[in-house]
């Protein structure tokens, strides 16, 4: 079984400051990590993505994330937010094979 | 390439009526995904196909829902007898591979009355 937890439901940053989101999973088997982000009235956006490899992970919009295995946790991070990251960001754990297992989401308000 | 297409974008309808929501995945991809998203459960997922036979649809609300894959092109979701607490929004997803992200399709947002 594979679980997601994320840490706020809602998170607040004034515009130009570090973006923090956290996300913390339970697996049995090494896990594939996905963040995904959700703009108003649209669909999932893939992020970025862990699979192997690599522990620190650029996506687009100048967002990376770093899974630490030790802490089983897949935060997500940008050094600078700007209005257009207001949007609904989703951590997302699987195994190979699976499905995808989402947390409940997190909504950024970007403050100017 | 034109992504995942879903439709209708938009529904509404009266409790008790038949509801048919479709979708197209990307061509090449062998795994297609069903999930509901709600205020107050969040993104569920209902049921996967894979090489269009279902593998797990344990996240199916109840009998009322039903979903088919004829083809590797094609797929729906039914609801029959809808009623007001199906209300939410309806997405489609596709897969390549096993370790591959999923690409979602832009949503049928559902309207019981």
């Known amino acids: 079984a594979q679980s997601v937890t994320q840490l706020g439901s809602h998170v607040s940053v004034s515009e130009g400051a570090l973006v923090l989101l956290r996300c913390n999973y339970s697996?049995?088997?090494?896990?594939?990590l996905f963040w995904y982000v959700q703009y108003p009235n649209q669909g999932l956006q893939l992020l970025l993505k862990?699979?192997?490899?690599?522990?620190l992970v650029k996506g687009i919009n100048g967002f990376e994330a770093e899974f630490k295995k030790s802490e089983t946790s897949f935060h997500l991070t940008k050094p600078s937010a700007h209005m257009s990251d207001a949007a609904e960001y989703f951590c997302?754990?699987?195994?190979?094979?699976?499905?995808?297992?989402f947390g409940g989401g997190t909504r950024v308000l970007v403050k100017p | 390439d034109a992504g995942v297409i879903q439709s209708p974008r938009h529904e509404v309808t009266e409790m008790g009526q038949e509801v048919t929501l479709r979708c197209k995945p990307i061509?090449?991809?062998?795994?297609l995904f069903w999930y509901r998203q709600t205020m107050m459960r969040g993104l569920e997922l209902l049921i996967y196909?894979?090489?269009?036979?279902?593998?797990?649809d344990s996240g199916m609300p109840e009998d009322r829902f039903s979903a088919k894959m004829p083809n590797a092109s094609f797929s729906t979701l039914k609801i029959q007898p809808s009623e007001p607490r199906d209300s939410a929004v309806y997405f489609c997803?596709?897969?390549?591979?096993?370790?591959?992200?999923?690409?979602f399709g832009p949503g049928t947002r559902l309207t019981v009355t």
């Open positions: 061509s090449g991809h062998n795994s």
């Open positions: 997803a596709s897969r390549l591979g096993s370790s591959d992200e999923q690409y």
């Open positions: 196909f894979n090489n269009n036979v279902p593998i797990d």
């Open positions: 997302a754990v699987s195994t190979a094979g699976n499905k995808l297992t």
């Open positions: 697996s049995s088997v090494p896990p594939y």
């Open positions: 862990y699979t192997t490899g690599a522990t």
